[in-house]
C-alpha cells in the first residue's frame, strides 16, 4: 500500500534511460521464510541520452538492502539514498559494475506480482513492473540486458529449477540443496524475467523448424494434472507451424517451456523461452474442460508463443506503446483461431465480445485511447481498449492494405526492429514504407478515444440507375478530448439485388466493376459514394466481417433484416442482420415493458428462427450462434439509460416465445444431435464445437417450456455426458429452471464428483453466480463460504463475483443497492492483499452513468465509500476518482 498520492504519468514526457544495462547475473537463494536475491549489473552511460554523469536512479519497491557494490567499492549508507521505490547513487564512470544482495518475501506475497508462491510453487509474474519487487533495477522495457540466472532451493522440495533461456549448469549443495544456472543470450526487458521452482512433472514433445533444427518443448504441471496437457501441447506445435507459415517467424532457443500455477492475476505470460500460465489457460481434457476451455487454451497458448516476436524481439520503448505488442498480438491469435477453427463463428465471437465489453469501455470513466496518453497505474491499462481495440486497428490496416501488403510491412517490422525496443509509430512506419502509403490520418485510431458512429443513408435514381451510399461519421467526447478528427474507416460492403445476388461494383469514376464485395475507406465526416449501372434499388450488405469497430446505423427495415440473414453472401452478416432484427424486437419489448402492456416477440424474428431450425444443411455452429439473442450486456450498452428489468423481461419473455413457438423444431434438432454425442468419443475440432453448441442451445430453450419430457433429457445428459462441455450445460439448465429438487441433486453431485478439480469448481460456482432466480446475491454470500471458494485465488474471485456482477444483472443491480453494497465490500478486501484484482472487479461500479438516476446514486455512494476507506492502493484509486471525476 502507498503513503503518497498517485502521480499521473505522461507520454509526453518520455526520456530515454540515462543508463543501459548490458549485462545481468542474478542469483537467488529460495527459502521457506525468505528469498535473497543477488544482483550483477553491468552498466554504461546511455550515449543517446546527453553528457555527464547523472545519478543513477533504480526502481525498488518491497526489498530489504543488505549490501551494495561499485565496481569493487563496497557502498555504505552515505552513498545512495533509499526511498520507498527508488535507489540512488552517483556513478563515477561510463562504465561500471553495481552488485546488490537483498532480502524478500515471496512466502507473503498476496498481490501475485514479482516474485511468490502459488500452491507451494515458486514464480513470477514480472509485466509491468513487478520486477522491481525482486531487486534493484531499471525496470523499464527500454533497457534491455541478456540474462544469467542461478537459483538454489531445497531439492526434494523443489526439485524443478526453471528461468529464462537455455540450461547451463546445475548441481548439488550442502543441507540438501542444488541448484540451476539458466543463460538468455536474447537481450530482453526486466518484464520478461521469470524464474520457477517447484515440484512438477512435465510432458515433453519436439517441434522440427522450417529451417530443421529441433526444438523441445516441455509443459510443467503439478502431478496430478500430468493428463491435462496434450491440448496445450498440440495448440502449442500448431501455433509454432503457423507462425512459420502466415508471418515467417521461426523460434529461437532450443527450448520452449510452459508452467501452469494456479494463483495467477491474468491469463498468462510471455517471459521468454519460459512462459507462465494461469492453470485455466494450459489444463483441458474432455472429462474436465467445456469446449470453449479447449478454444481458450489453444489461443492463449497462441498467443503468448507469438509474443516471442510481437513483444519479445521486437519490445515496447514505454508501457504507453502496450497495444504494440498486445493488439498485435490479439489479432495474431484470432486470426490463427479462424484458422484452426471456424472463421465466421470466431469472428462473431470476437464482435459480440468488442460490442459489449470494449464499447461499454469506451463510453465510460476510464475511457482511453489505444495507445494511452497518461495513467496513474500501468496495471489498469492492460484493458480491452489496448487488446481487443488495438487487434481491430491492426486487422483494419489489414484490410486496408490486403494480405500481401499486410505481411510486407510485418516483415519490415520485425526486420528493421529485431532487438529493439520500440513505437506504436514504428509499426505502421513499416507498414507506410512497405507500401508506400501515408497512414498519417489512420494513425488517429491510436490517440482519440471513443467508439466512432457512422450512420450510413441511401439515395437510389430510377432515371440514372445510380445508387449512392452517404456516410457521416462523428465520435462521442471521452474524458480525455471533446473534439475528434475524422477517422479513416474501412467499409468493406456488397450490393443486393432482389434475387438476392451480389451486383457487380463499380463506382463512378471507374470504367468498369471491380469484384462484387471492396473496401471504401471513409475519411471524410460526411461522405458519399456513387455506384453505377445499378438496374433496380438494391440492399446494402455493410460493414462485413465487422470491417472496423464503430457503430453503424442504416434504416433497415425488418424484412430487409430477414432478406440478409438468407442471402447475404457474407456469414458475419447473415448473423448481423439477424442480431439486428432481434434487437428491433426486444427494444419493442422492452417499450412494452415500460408501458406496462403485455409483452409480444414480433412474429417475424419467429419466422426467421423457424427457418434457421429447419435448415439442415446450414453450419450448425452458424445456426447457434444466430439463435442466441444478444445479451442483457449488450442491450444496455446500447441503451441510451438501461432500465434493467425491463431489458430482462424483454429477453426473458422473447426466450419463452421461441420456445413454446419452436419447440418441435428444438426437439428434432437436440434429440439428433444428442444421438450422435452419445455415440462419438468426443473431439476438440470444429465439426464437433459445432454440433455441441446447437445441441446445447436448443436444450436450454427447450427448459424454458418447463416439461417433464426436457427435464427427463437434461438428466440423461447430465448424467451420460462423457465430456464436461454437454455436462455443464446441463447443470446451467437445470440451475435456471423451476425444478428445485434435481437442480439440488445435480449440483451436489457435480461438486462431489468435482471436489478434487479447482478448475472445475469455477464452473461450479459461475453457472450458481449467473442463475437469475430471485435471491442471487444471497446464494453468492452462501457459496463464498462453501470450502472450495478462497478470496486469495483470483480464479476463484472471477468465477463467483466477478461472475454474479457482470453476467447477473437483474441480480447485481437489484433496486435496493444490496449488489453494489456487497461489490464495495469485496473491492474494499481485495485492495489489501491483491490490487490488480481489486481494480478489475470494480469496473461494474464504474458504468453507472448508464442507469437511473436512483441507481445511479446507489453505485456513486458505494464508490465513495471505496475512496474513503483508507489506504487504497494506485490501482484502485485511479479507477475511482476517475469514476467520480
Ligand atoms: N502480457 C500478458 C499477456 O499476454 C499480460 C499479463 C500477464 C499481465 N500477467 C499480467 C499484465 C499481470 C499485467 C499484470 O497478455
Ligand atoms: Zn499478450
Known amino acids: 500500500m502507498r503513503t503518497e498520492q498517485p502521480k499521473t504519468i505522461y507520454l509526453k514526457d518520455y526520456q530515454a534511460p540515462d543508463y543501459l544495462i548490458d549485462e545481468t547475473h542474478l542469483t537467488f537463494e529460495l527459502h521457506d521464510d525468505h528469498t535473497l536475491v543477488h544482483a550483477q549489473l553491468v552498466m554504461r552511460r546511455n550515449p543517446a541520452a546527453g553528457g555527464g554523469l547523472p545519478p543513477l536512479v533504480l526502481d525498488g519497491q518491497q526489498l530489504e538492502l543488505l549490501s551494495l557494490k561499485l565496481d569493487d567499492a563496497e557502498l555504505g549508507s552515505a552513498d545512495y539514498q533509499l526511498s520507498e521505490d527508488h535507489l540512488s547513487l552517483q556513478p563515477k564512470a561510463e562504465q561500471f559494475t553495481l552488485d546488490s544482495s537483498v532480502r524478500i518475501h515471496p512466502e507473503t506475497n498476496t498481490a501475485l506480482e514479482g516474485l511468490y508462491k502459488s500452491s507451494g510453487l515458486f514464480c513470477t509474474q514480472c509485466e509491468a513492473e513487478g520486477f522491481r519487487k525482486i531487486t534493484y533495477y531499471l525496470d523499464r522495457p527500454d533497457v534491455m540486458s541478456t540474462f544469467t540466472t542461478s537459483l538454489s532451493a531445497d531439492k526434494q522440495k523443489y526439485p524443478i529449477l526453471l528461468s529464462n533461456g537455455n540450461p547451463v549448469a546445475q548441481g548439488e549443495d550442502q543441507g540438501g540443496r542444488h541448484w540451476a544456472t539458466w543463460e538468455d543470450p ?7 524475467f521469470a524464474l520457477v521452482a517447484g515440484d512438477l512433472w512435465c510432458v515433453e514433445d519436439t517441434f522440427t523448424r522450417a529451417s530443421g533444427r529441433d526444438v523441445t518443448l516441455r ?29 515467417g517467424r521461426e ?7 510452459i508452467v501452469a500455477v494456479n494463483d495467477f492475476n491474468m491469463g498468462a505470460m510471455e517471459n521468454k523461452g519460459l512462459n507462465i500460465f494461469n492453470s485455466s489457460c494450459v489444463l483441458a481434457k474432455a472429462e474436465t474442460a467445456t469446449d470453449a476451455a479447449h478454444q481458450r487454451v489453444e489461443a492463449v497458448v497462441a498467443h503468448e508463443y507469438f509474443h516471442n516476436w510481437s513483444g519479445n524481439r521486437v519490445t515496447c520503448r514505454d508501457w504507453f506503446q502496450l497495444s504494440l505488442k498486445e493488439g498485435f498480438t490479439v489479432f495474431r491469435d484470432a486470426e490463427f483461431s479462424a484458422d484452426m477453427n471456424s472463421r465466421t463463428v470466431k469472428r462473431i465471437e470476437d464482435v459480440a465480445f468488442l460490442r459489449t465489453h470494449q464499447f461499454a469501455e469506451d463510453a465510460g470513466p476510464m475511457a482511453h485511447p489505444v495507445r494511452p496518453a497518461s495513467f496513474m497505474e500501468i496495471s489498469n491499462f492492460y484493458t480491452l481498449t489496448v487488446y481487443e481495440k488495438g487487434s481491430e486497428v491492426v486487422r483494419m490496416l489489414r ?13 519490415l517490422y520485425f526486420e528493421r526492429h529485431d532487438g529493439q525496443a520500440v513505437t506504436c509509430d514504428d509499426f505502421v512506419q513499416a507498414m507506410e514504407d512497405a507500401n508506400a502509403v501515408d497512414l498519417s490520418q489512420f494513425k488517429r485510431w491510436y490517440s482519440q478515444a471513443g467508439t466512432p458512429r457512422l450512420a450510413a443513408s441511401e439515395q437510389y435514381d430510377e432515371s440514372a440507375n445510380t445508387y449512392t451510399l452517404s456516410f457521416r461519421q462523428s465520435c462521442p467526447a471521452t474524458p480525455e478530448s471533446a473534439e475528434k478528427q475524422p477517422f479513416v474507416i474501412p467499409v468493406e460492403l456488397g450490393l443486393l439485388d432482389a434475387q438476392g445476388r451480389a451486383l457487380p461494383l463499380r463506382l463512378q469514376g471507374e470504367a468498369t466493376p471491380q469484384g462484387t464485395t471492396r473496401v471504401l475507406a471513409v475519411t471524410e465526416a460526411e461522405q458519399h459514394f456513387t455506384f453505377l449501372d445499378v438496374p433496380a434499388k438494391p440492399l446494402p450488405s455493410l460493414l462485413r466481417g465487422f470491417s472496423a469497430p464503430v457503430k453503424l446505423s442504416f434504416p433497415y427495415n425488418r424484412d430487409q433484416l430477414m432478406f440478409l440473414m438468407q442471402h447475404d453472401s457474407d456469414g ?23 408501458a406496462g402492456q403485455p409483452l409480444v416477440a414480433d412474429v417475424r424474428l419467429l419466422q426467421a428462427f423457424e427457418t434457421l431450425l429447419d435448415d439442415d444443411s446450414l453450419d450448425q455452429a452458424m445456426v447457434a450462434e444466430m439463435l442466441s439473442l444478444p445479451g442483457e450486456a449488450y442491450l444496455t450498452e446500447i441503451s441510451e439509460v438501461a432500465d434493467v428489468d425491463a431489458i430482462h423481461a424483454a429477453r426473458d419473455v422473447a426466450r419463452k416465445q421461441l420456445a413454446n413457438h419452436l419447440h418441435a423444431r428444438l426437439w428434432r ?19 464437433h464445437f459445432a454440433r455441441r453448441a446447437l445441441q446445447n442451445i436448443t436444450l436450454s430453450y427447450l427448459m424454458l417450456s418447463e416439461r417433464e419430457d426436457v427435464l427427463a433429457a437434461t438428466l440423461e445428459q447430465f448424467e451420460n455426458a462423457d465430456n464436461m462441455t454437454e ?30 478439480n479447482p478448475l472445475v469448481m469455477d464452473q461450479w460456482f459461475t453457472v450458481q453466480a449467473g442463475s437469475t432466480l430471485p435471491g442471487g446475491l444471497t446464494r453468492v454470500k452462501a457459496l463464498m463460504l462453501h470450502p472450495a471458494f478462497t478470496m486469495k485465488n483470483p480464479n476463484k474471485v472471477r468465477a463467483l463475483i466477478g461472475a454474479f456482477a457482470s453476467q447477473n444483472l437483474v441480480n447485481f443491480h437489484a433496486a435496493d443497492g444490496s449488489g453494489y453494497r456487497f461489490l464495495a465490500d469485496i473491492v474494499i478486501e481485495l485492495n489489501g492483499f491483491n490490487p490488480q484484482i481489486a481494480s478489475r472487479q470494480l469496473a461494474p461500479l464504474t458504468r453507472w452513468r448508464k442507469y437511473d438516476s436512483a441507481r445511479q ?29
Not at 186 to 192: E, G, M, Q, T
Not at 219 to 235: F, G, L, R, T
Open 186 to 192: 536474447f537481450k530482453k526487458p526486466a518484464y520478461l
Open 219 to 247: 509443459i510443467y504441471v503439478e502431478p496430478e494434472n500430468i493428463d491435462k496437457c496434450q491440448h496445450a501441447m498440440d495448440s502449442l506445435k500448431k501455433s509454432m507451424r503457423w507462425d512459420e507459415q502466415v508471418y
Open 251 to 257: 523460434y529461437d532457443l532450443d527450448i520452449f517451456m
Open 399 to 411: 484490410t486496408l492494405l490486403g494480405a500481401e501488403g499486410f505481411r510486407k510491412g510485418s516483415d
Open 572 to 594: 458475419f452478416n447473415r448473423w448481423e442482420a439477424g442480431q439486428q432484427l432481434a434487437v428491433q424486437v426486444l427494444q419493442d419489448m422492452i417499450g412494452q415493458y415500460q
Open 669 to 687: 434438432r437436440y434429440q439428433a444431435n444428442r444421438e450422435v454425442s452419445r455415440v462419438t468419443p468426443y473431439l476438440a475440432s470444429a465439426e
Open 727 to 756: 455436462r455443464l450445460t446441463a447443470l446451467a439448465v437445470l440451475v435456471n429452471s423451476p425444478f428445485e429438487r434435481e437442480r439440488a441433486a445435480a449440483l451436489d453431485r457435480f461438486a462431489e464428483q468435482f471436489k478434487g
Open 857 to 885: 446514486a446507489l453505485m456513486k455512494a458505494e464508490l465513495e465509500r471505496i475512496l474513503a476507506s483508507g489506504e487504497l492502493s494506485s490501482d484502485v484509486y485511479e479507477v475511482v476518482s476517475k469514476s467520480l471525476a
